[in-house]
């Protein structure tokens, strides 16, 4: 099958222009399976709570969901997406799985980065593993990458592809998954965002791109630049993520000394 990351360039706030811009990347990509950046439709330093609180969505039934769901459906693919999520009086900083049927799955990110814990309510949804018929997929968001538990969870569930949306600020994630990949044996697929945020005074935010496709093996199989948006889509065989040996008498998944660990 074909996979994809798409890099984008969001304007903060807006939130239509954002969503519209990433669904004519995606019309035009030949991929079933698209992976596009953390709060890909709003933009990422929001100044506090209640401006989040604004012009974050519903899952079920919001715009975003229910755009991505067109071109879902259009296309016959499966596309994950980070977006702001209203849940009740909560929000999430939430990554949506949709395919051709419409929703399949929300996680919401478990593990909050810096100011993200001032605006948004910490992830209550356990790390799921959804059946698209061709691969396994799970959904991890950002700062998850250095969380090894959060991506081990997702193997042990029997994911092949893990989605990783994301707007890294940091430069080691790219390095980092690359290790994910390898001792999960998994494919890897971060999407990033380009571009600056200076929304808070003394808070200047650069995104440094950098998407990537990883194979089970840590092959790099794309890697963006850290300026452009740009997207890419790679042939992959999700099977090849359910081969866990490493050598002819190791499997990484069984040989776990899990009687030595501390959990
Ligand atoms: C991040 O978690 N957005 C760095």
Redesign the pocket.
Known sequence: MKAAVVQTSPLFGRIRENIEGAIKVIEKLDAELIVLP?LFSTG?QFKSRPEMLKLAEDAEGGYATGRLTEVARKKKSFIVAGIAERSGGKAYNSSVLVGPKGLMGIYRKAHL?WD?KKIFTPGDTPFEVYDTGKARIGMM???DWLFPEAARTLALKGADIICHP?????PYCPAAMITRSIENRVFSLTANRVGEEARIRGKSLKFIGMSQIVSPGGELLFRAGGKKAVAMAVEIEPKDARKKNITPVNDIIKDRRRDLFQL
């Not at 994301?166 to 940091?170: A, E």
């Open positions: 953390e990422y980065f993200e968001i950002c700062f994301s707007n890294l600020v940091l």
